[in-house]
C-alpha cells in the first residue's frame, strides 16, 4: 500500500524558514517521480514543486522560484520542500504526491494527508 | 503557463441526475488531463486519468472525453456521496496547472 506521510508544517512568521518532509513508503520511491501541492484555506489546488526519480532535476512555480527547493533522499524514501522567506500568501496545506506511473505526464496517482503551514506574525 | 478553466463554478443538483463538467486548456495540452474529487478536510483523490482513463477503485457513473483543449467530466446518476469539489490537473509541460474547481452539491 502506498503512504505518504507530510510532516514539518507549523506557525512561522514572515520572512521565515521551514523545511517539510515526506516519508514514503510501499512503492519503489527513487523510480518515480514527486511534486508539492498546496491549497491556500477555502482555496483550490495549487502545484509548487516537482523533482525526478533520481533527484536530480527540479521545476518550481513562478510564485515560489527562489525560495523554495525541493530534494529527496532515495535512501530513506524522503521527499523535503525547504521554503524560505516565507510570506502570508505561503500559508496553505501542503500536500506530498506521487505520480506512480513514472512519466512526467501522468496524474498525481498518490497524495498525502497534507501538512499545514500558517505565515503570520 | 497553461490555464485550465472550469465550468460552472457550482452546481446544484437532485441525486439521480447527471451532471457534465467542462474543462477549457489555454492551449493544447493533448491527452494530459487528468480529473480529482476532494471532500471536505480530506486530500484529493484521482478520478480520472489521461482524460478518459478510468482508475481503479473509481464508481463506473464517472468517465472523461476529450483531447487538445477541451475537456469534460460527466457524473452520471448522482448520489449523495458524489457532493464535493472537482477539480481538472495538465501534466503536458514541466510546470503543472489545475483549474479552479467546481463546487457540486447534491440537494
Known amino acids: 500500500e502506498v503512504r505518504l506521510l507530510e510532516s514539518g508544517g507549523a506557525l512561522i512568521q514572515p520572512g521565515g524558514s521551514l523545511r517539510l518532509s515526506c516519508a514514503a513508503s510501499?512503492?519503489?520511491?527513487?523510480?518515480?517521480?514527486m511534486s508539492w501541492v498546496r491549497q491556500a484555506p477555502g482555496k483550490g489546488l495549487e502545484w509548487v514543486s516537482g523533482?525526478?526519480?533520481?533527484?536530480?532535476?527540479?521545476y518550481y512555480a513562478d510564485s515560489v522560484k527562489g525560495r523554495f527547493t525541493s530534494s529527496r533522499d532515495n535512501s530513506k524514501t524522503t521527499l523535503y520542500l525547504q521554503m524560505e522567506s516565507l510570506r502570508a500568501e505561503d500559508t496553505a496545506v501542503y500536500y506530498c504526491?506521487?505520480?506512480?506511473?513514472?512519466?512526467?505526464?501522468?496524474?498525481?496517482?498518490?497524495w498525502g494527508q497534507g501538512t499545514l503551514v500558517t505565515v503570520s506574525s | 503557463e497553461i490555464v485550465l478553466t472550469q465550468s460552472p463554478d457550482f452546481q446544484s443538483v437532485t441525486p439521480k441526475e447527471k451532471i457534465i463538467i467542462t474543462c477549457r486548456a489555454s492551449?493544447?495540452?493533448?491527452?494530459?488531463l487528468h480529473w480529482y474529487q476532494q471532500k471536505p478536510g480530506q486530500s484529493p483523490k484521482l478520478l480520472i486519468k489521461?482524460?478518459?482513463q478510468s482508475v481503479s477503485g473509481v464508481p463506473s457513473r464517472f468517465s472523461g472525453s476529450g483531447s487538445g483543449t477541451d475537456f469534460t467530466l460527466t457524473i452520471n446518476s448522482l448520489e449523495p456521496e458524489d457532493a464535493a469539489t472537482y477539480y481538472c490537473?495538465?501534466?503536458?509541460?514541466?510546470?503543472?496547472?489545475f483549474g479552479q474547481g467546481t463546487i457540486l452539491e447534491i440537494k
Open positions: 523533482i525526478t526519480g533520481n533527484g536530480v532535476t527540479t
Open positions: 490537473h495538465q501534466s503536458s509541460s514541466l510546470r503543472d496547472t
Open positions: 510501499g512503492f519503489m520511491f527513487s523510480s518515480h517521480a
Open positions: 492551449q493544447n495540452i493533448r491527452s494530459n
Open positions: 504526491v506521487c505520480r506512480y506511473s513514472g512519466a512526467w505526464t501522468g496524474p498525481f496517482d498518490f
Open positions: 489521461s482524460a478518459s
